[in-house]
Nanobody, 125 residues
Framework: QVQLVESGGGLVQAGESLRLSCAAS????????MGWYRQAPGKQRELVAS???????RYADSVKGRFTISRNNANNTWYLLMNTLEPEDTAVYYC???????????????????WGQGTQVTVSS
C-alpha cells in the first residue's frame, strides 16, 4: 500500500507565497516522477509541475517563473513553492507519483500512479 499526504495549503492574498509538501510512504522501491496537479471548480485537473528522478522539471505555462518544484529522494518528499500567487491559482492541489512498488516492478518497467487526497489553495484578490 502506498500513501501520499499533502500539507501546506491555505488562504492567502494575491502576491503572497505558499509551500506545499507531499510525503509518500508505504511499499515504494523508487519514484520516477513526482508531480503536482490542480483542479479548480468546473475545470479539468491540470498539471502544474513535475520533477523526474533525474531532476528534469516541467511546468505549466501559467506558473513558469512563479512556482518551483523540488524533491528530496532520501525521504520520498517533494515540494511546490508558489510565489506571487494569483486568484487564478485558486484550486485543490493534488500531488502524484509514478513509482515502482518493488524490485519486480522495477525490473519489468512497471509503474503505478498514486494520488494524494488534495489540499485547498485559495488566493484572494
Amino acid at each position: 500500500q502506498v500513501q501520499l499526504v499533502e500539507s501546506g495549503g491555505g488562504l492567502v492574498q494575491a502576491g503572497e507565497s505558499l509551500r506545499l509538501s507531499c510525503a509518500a510512504s508505504g511499499s515504494i522501491f523508487s519514484i520516477t516522477v513526482m508531480g503536482w496537479y490542480r483542479q479548480a471548480p468546473g475545470k479539468q485537473r491540470e498539471l502544474v509541475a513535475s520533477v523526474s528522478s533525474g531532476g528534469g522539471t516541467r511546468y505549466a505555462d501559467s506558473v513558469k517563473g512563479r512556482f518551483t518544484i523540488s524533491r528530496n529522494n532520501a525521504n520520498n518528499t517533494w515540494y511546490l513553492l508558489m510565489n506571487t500567487l494569483e486568484p487564478e491559482d485558486t484550486a485543490v492541489y493534488y500531488c502524484n507519483a509514478d513509482l515502482h512498488r518493488n524490485y519486480n516492478d522495477w525490473t519489468n518497467r512497471r509503474q503505478f500512479r498514486y494520488w494524494g487526497q488534495g489540499t485547498q489553495v485559495t488566493v484572494s484578490s
